[in-house]
């Protein structure tokens, strides 16, 4: 490859056009699709596959341009320099080298994939999920159903045959913000780039060397497309079995189109896909999710039949992305153990309902915990909200077992404790986390602290943190 770039920088050369390439200060190789930027912050372009591009004619000689990429330091260089050295050099950045040289220890570990796993129909809808303009940006939330930190291995990502299979696209990782579900800092220290053949077929990247923790509120796995040399801006059909308004069979076109790799995708209902893709637009990232309002509400279609909305009847595309992760072997042990045999099961079969009353995160967490009581659902507020330690929860039962927990909690409490509860879910941004275990955490407001738990990807709180009640 670095005889082919080269070969190739020199008949770009000799051809006379003012093609410049960038290359690894220490390899000596190209930097494939390093951003290219004006002072001001506008993005100009991207370096191709072997390092290189044009300057627009409309620079001039004293004009600066900012020279970056995943994995290297920042560049600042004089156009009229770089007309004339025809070559800029990134230096590797200095938290790479240092990512480099940690070594992990060796302990038995388990292998678990997580994420997409399920291969897309061909010529759906899917098309329209996984494909995306040169330099756009989307991705995938993968949750961590563990709550055990692991290494993740491999990114797995499947390509279809339409448009550019062989077209490149980068990979990322985000982290997941603990109080809310969005991406927050990249992990990804280097800059990797695949592509997948002829299509139809699982890319599978190595993950190993970027030593990345798989954190207990999952991450973000992002993909960001480039055009394929070759391309011609392709325009695909795509026809779709359907119903029309009066529920009679029917074939609906949609047109694809783009002039890069194209991701397979599946759909999910509202209820598990909620939150999970997201589109990069600038420096901020926008949830590609259906509006939390829609749900449980009707509409009443052309043949006057009523179409009711829940979150099992509406669906969600996901591109088809799954993760191979690393888990420690063992079993955890918890400060907080729930009881095997629990009495509250005895007083009301309450079943969970986490889209209801979502925990994947802290934000959620105490949101579900404004909901239930304004709800005055104490007993799902104690059974699946709450964890206890040692006999916490034999107290609190030897009250509701005497079949007076309607008059558990009197009004003037329940308000007392929304609102509580509403002023720490409205500091939660300036709230710092200090984890104490794999599992177990203390949440700071200031002088305040809160116990908090993450079991099966669920959060959950020590009811003591927030004091439903006071023990005689």
Request: a neutral charge.
């Amino acid at each position: 490859m670095k005889f082919l770039s080269l070969l190739l920088f020199s008949l770009i050369a000799y051809s006379g056009l003012s093609q410049i390439q960038i290359i690894d200060t220490k390899l000596k190789e190209p930097v494939s699709y390093a951003h290219i930027q004006a002072v001001d912050g506008t993005k100009v372009l991207f370096s191709d596959y072997y390092g290189f591009f044009t300057l627009a004619s409309s620079f001039q000689g004293t004009d600066s341009i900012l020279i970056s990429c995943i994995g290297y330091e920042q560049k600042s260089c004089l156009v009229s320099d770089i007309l004339k050295e025809k070559v800029i050099e990134l230096d590797p950045s200095t938290e790479h080298l240092s990512e480099l040289v940690v070594k992990a220890k060796k302990t038995k570990s388990r292998m678990r994939t997580l994420g997409i796993t399920k291969k897309p129909k061909e010529k759906t809808l899917s098309n329209h999920i996984g494909r995306g303009e040169n330099g756009e940006e989307r991705a995938l939330w993968i949750p961590n159903e563990y709550s055990v930190p692991g290494y993740l291995k491999n990114i797995n990502v499947y390509v279809l045959d339409a448009a550019y299979p062989d077209a490149h696209f980068r990979v990322h990782v985000y982290d997941c913000d603990p109080l809310e579900t969005k991406p927050t800092g990249e992990l990804t220290k280097s800059n990797i780039i695949a592509s997948a053949t002829k299509g139809n077929e699982w890319v599978s990247i190595d993950m190993t060397k970027e030593q990345i923790q798989f954190g207990e509120n999952g991450c973000f796995i992002g993909i960001e497309w480039f055009d394929s040399p070759k391309s011609k801006f392709y325009r695909d059909t795509v026809f779709l079995n359907g119903y029309d308004s009066d529920g009679q069979d029917t074939v609906y076109a949609r047109v694809s189109q783009g002039n890069g790799a194209v991701l397979g995708g599946v759909f999910e209902k509202f209820r598990y896909a909620r939150n999970k893709l997201w589109k990069r637009e600038s420096d901020t990232w926008k949830s590609r999710n259906l509006p939390q309002s829609n749900m449980y509400t009707s509409d009443t279609l052309p043949n006057g039949s009523v179409f009711h909305r829940t979150p099992d009847n509406q669906y969600l595309g996901l591109m088809c992305i799954n993760i191979d992760v690393s888990f420690p072997k063992g079993k955890i042990d918890l400060s907080f153990r729930e009881p095997k045999k629990r009495k509250l099961n005895k007083l009301e079969k309450v079943k969970q309902d986490v889209f209801k009353y979502p925990q994947s995160t802290i934000q959620e967490l105490f949101s579900s915990l404004i909901e239930a009581f304004e709800q005055e659902d104490i007993i799902y507020v104690l059974k699946y909200l709450c964890v206890y330690e040692k006999n916490q929860l034999g107290q609190m039962l030897n009250y509701l077992d005497k079949e007076e927990y309607e008059e558990f909690i009197s009004p003037e409490d329940y308000d007392s404790i929304i609102k509580y509860l509403k002023d720490l879910h409205s500091r939660l941004d300036s709230a710092s986390l200090d984890k104490m275990d794999n599992k177990h955490f203390k949440l700071i407001l200031k002088d305040e602290h809160y116990n908090l738990v993450v079991e099966d990807g669920l959060w959950k709180i020590n009811p003591y943190s927030y004091k439903i009640y006071k023990l005689d």
